[in-house]
């Protein structure tokens, strides 16, 4: 059984039950107040009480009243003449009370009095007057200024104040005694299979927020909203380690970021600095010198652009804010495009394309999957220490998939550098001064960019033999159909 189950069943259980106790108390109380029985008291209750003769005069009188010279309640001197036998009269002026009683509280009928209905369909009723219980018959009617006037004559009922003086005290410490003990037996019986797993939750709870996640909840035993709570409390404190582990991965990055960006700036603004003072301080004193110093220092400024731009490439990336426009392209003719822009840029170099004779589609952003095929290019030329560079770009399909290789004969990446050339800021030289240049981000784009498109990049290398970077992505099914 459930837990929701049993706590349904318990508190229906206590309703019922004090329900049953309350409606006896009562019904005993009134029995013995009264000397009526159950069912004279339903038919009392039931059948309307005939009126009084007392009340009976005063309603028809005040009623002749109200219906030629309604005013005339405004100022009634005979309203002491007709209160007899407890006979109570109230008249009213929209919420104001002009006459009531002395017996009456004015402030208590303001709060309990009936609303106007000048139908006057519903003439009877009963009213609570500090505490005192009354049956009452009204009549609404219309002053002469048209505001809403209404009087009730009252007849005092049997007050269930003087019941609960007389017997509240004992029906009140009966009823808690039984609650008590009802309650409690059903909260021992729930409190097994609830608190002591709640105790334990609480324990858990405790210990992560003293920052101990190094622990396991132990196996609840059943099937009910407690054992799933428990179920998921140590889902989420797994999940709550690994999110803090990827946080301090995260902080480490972060740290790293910022050391590597302050060396990749600060290296291209010492060398415009550098320059730019030989010039002002005389030292290019000839014309060709001055070009060569502002050549040099305008490509540094360019390399500064370009870093700058991949590490806010990367940074919108890696925050998943860069748009992507995806549409069908054409592998075949952007691997034929991007070889032939490559020969213009890399003339040293020979390039050689390999496609299918079937047309490769997929669905990607061009301009995106073009910058990735053109880094991994530039990474291929820049690590090259052949005499002659040979670029094989190479299209096949595997099943539904379309694989991009591109191959080179470069100095070849270590088995290290193989599982780690993806990574931001790596660099497969040790000096970070090398010739070669770079931020180190390339790749760690081009593998951000590859995975938006569901896609997946990995490395094959050989040392002194050459690299290859292939590329997978999903063919669109409906190109591939036709």
């Known amino acids: 059984m459930s837990i929701k189950l049993r706590f349904m069943l318990s508190y229906i259980a206590v ?55 309604p005013d005339q309640l405004l100022e009634y001197q005979n309203f002491k003449s007709l209160e007899k036998s407890d006979v109570q009269i109230v008249v009213r002026k929209n919420d ?19 609303n106007y209905e000048m139908n006057n369909l519903n003439m009877r009723g009963t009213i609570d007057n500090q505490g005192n219980l009354f049956r009452y018959i009204k009549f609404d009617y219309l002053y002469s200024d048209g505001s809403e006037g209404s009087f009730m004559v009252l007849q005092s009922e049997n007050s269930y104040t003087e019941i609960l003086q007389k017997w509240g005290a004992l029906i009140i410490g009966a009823v808690l005694l039984f609650g008590v003990l009802v309650i409690g037996l059903l909260s021992y019986f729930v409190a097994r299979s609830v608190i002591r797993p709640i105790v334990h939750l609480k324990e858990g709870a405790e210990k992560i927020e003293a920052g101990n996640l190094d622990f396991e909840m132990e196996e609840p035993k059943g099937k009910n909203e407690i054992s799933t709570l428990i179920t998921t409390f140590e889902q989420m404190r797994i999940r ?20 590597n960006i302050s060396h990749d700036l600060k290296t291209p603004i010492t060398s415009i600095v550098g320059y730019i003072e030989g010039i002002k301080d005389g030292v290019a004193n000839t014309p060709e010198k001055q070009a060569k110093y502002l050549e040099i220092a305008h490509a540094k400024a360019k390399d500064m652009d370009a870093l700058i731009d991949e590490l806010f490439l990367f940074s919108k990336l890696d925050l998943h804010k860069e748009p992507f426009y995806f549409r069908d392209v054409d592998l075949n003719a952007l691997l034929s495009q991007v070889a032939e822009e ?8 020979n390039f050689e394309v390999i496609v299918p004779a079937e047309k490769l589609v997929v669905e990607a952003d061009r301009d995106k999957l073009k910058r990735v095929l053109e880094n991994l290019i530039q990474n291929s030329i820049k690590y090259m220490d052949k005499e002659q560079a040979n670029i ?45 240049g770079g931020s180190g981000l390339g790749l760690s784009i081009a593998k951000q960019i590859v995975e938006e498109h569901g896609g997946e990049i990995w490395a094959v290398s ?10 997978k992505l999903r063919c669109n099914r409906k190109v591939v159909d036709e």
Not at 240 to 259: C, F, G, P, T
Not at 342 to 349: T, V
Not at 462 to 471: A, D, K, Q
């Open 342 to 349: 490559s020969e213009w840029s890399f003339e040293q170099a």
């Open 462 to 471: 050989e040392l002194g033999v050459g690299t290859s970077v292939s590329i």
């Open 240 to 259: 709550l380690k690994k999110s803090l582990e990827v946080q301090e991965q995260y902080e480490n990055n972060r740290k790293e970021l910022l050391s």
């Open 15 to 69: 309703i019922i039950l004090t329900g049953i106790f309350l409606i006896s108390a009562f019904f005993l109380g009134v029995y013995t107040l009264t000397g009526a029985s159950p069912g004279e008291l339903y038919k009392a209750a039931t059948l309307q009480r005939p009126l009084s003769t007392d009340e009976e005069n005063a309603f028809l009188e005040l009623k002749m009243l109200a219906k030629s010279t």
């Open 96 to 114: 104001t009370i002009v006459y009531s009683s002395a017996d009456l509280s004015k402030k208590s009928l303001l709060v309990h009095q009936p």
């Open 392 to 436: 094989e770009i190479q299209l096949e399909k595997r099943e539904m998939d379309a694989i991009i290789t591109i191959h080179d004969n470069g100095m070849g990446i270590s088995d290290a550098g193989q599982k780690a050339i993806f990574d931001r800021f790596y660099r497969e030289e040790v000096s970070r001064n090398s010739a070669t």
